[in-house]
């Protein structure tokens, strides 16, 4: 079952104009104050990296262009507190990739 993506309130995106070089992606606006309120409401959603508070943001390819939703996916933790990545299996020819 997927999980449904957050999306942050006050980051709209649009497709880039149709006269546009081909390196424009699209445009992106930021409402400050509706983005500033979102966050506020959204404290959990925030990470941290080197002490610093930072919002964690997956870019998509959405209907109207580039799409921004909050990226939730976190290592496995275990008992022992270490973090570990989950390993692909490998096939029984060592050859093979392992996808």
């Known amino acids: 079952m997927a999980t449904e993506r957050i999306k942050p309130k006050g980051i709209v ?4 104009n149709e006269k ?3 390196f424009v992606k699209g445009t992106m606006v930021i409402n400050i104050t509706d983005f500033q309120a979102w966050l506020n409401e959204n404290k959990n959603l925030l990470t941290e990296y080197q002490g610093r ?4 943001l997956q870019i998509t390819e959405g209907k109207y262009g580039l799409e921004f939703s909050v990226d939730t996916w976190k290592p496995n933790t275990d008992r ?8 692909y299996q490998q096939a029984d020819d060592d050859n ?4």
């Open 53 to 56: 508070k930072q919002l964690k």
């Open 80 to 87: 022992d507190g270490s973090t570990s990545v989950p390993q």
């Open 20 to 22: 546009a070089p081909s």
């Open 13 to 16: 995106t649009f497709k880039p």
């Open 96 to 99: 093979s990739l392992p996808f």
